[in-house]
């Protein structure tokens, strides 16, 4: 072999080693993948209520959908609410007559002999107490026996037993054209009523929902008033069952 060409190979060895030494002594740093990680799968809380519901509705002409379509009263939008909801069968009486007051109404139900069956009562009442000018002592006494009424008729469970607010007709059409515009008075003649009402109800344990400030955007918002000018419209009683729906959700539970 050559001087010359020894001195290459020798080069090119050596380089070699150097090289060799330099990877040892900075190895390459292993990468890796992480393993997926999935995170767990979280159920949403889930409820049921009965396969058959009877349902009770309690109250005046806010119950019973005057100047509305017999479908468009809020009792009857809650059944097809929860029938679409749960797939269940709900069975609806209707115990309401406009301009009825709570006298009226404790005669009906006296006079009707129902069964203790009910899975669900809701009560409205004591717009004609105000409306006709009965004293307000009569309501602090036949409001209570109302609800107790209710609850017995909800098999003596008042879980089961729903109350709802007194709608302001203050913020309709027909309260603001009252002679000597009386609106005031009207609506802190409601609250008054339904202060009562709540603090009762909070006190016995009795689920109560206020949907009256829904009515009182009833002159900003004329479609949630129904043609007469007074009562609430299809679309306030909607808004209703959308507010009280998370009561009765409660009220159905198993």
Known sequence: MKPHFKQIVTVIFSVFL????????????????????NPPVVTPPTTSIPNTVNYLALGDSYTIGQSVCETCRFPEQLKSSLRAMYSSTISLKIIATTGWTTSNLISSIDSQKLENNYDLVTLLI???????????????????????????????????VVVISIPDYAYTPYGKSLAGDQSNKISAEITQYNNFAENYCNTNQVAFVSI??????GLNSPNLVASDGLHPSE???????DKMMPKIKIALQD
């Open 212 to 217: 009256t400030e829904i009515t009182r955007e």
């Open 126 to 160: 004591g717009v004609n107490n105000q409306y006709q000018h009965k004293s307000f002592s009569v309501y602090e006494k036949e409001f209570p026996e109302l609800v107790n009424k209710a609850i017995m008729l909800a098999k003596g469970d008042r879980k089961n």
């Open 18 to 37: 150097m090289s060799c030494s330099a990877e040892e002594n900075n190895p390459k740093p292993v990468t890796t993948t992480p393993p997926v990680v």
């Open 235 to 241: 679309l306030a009683y909607k808004m209703f069952v």
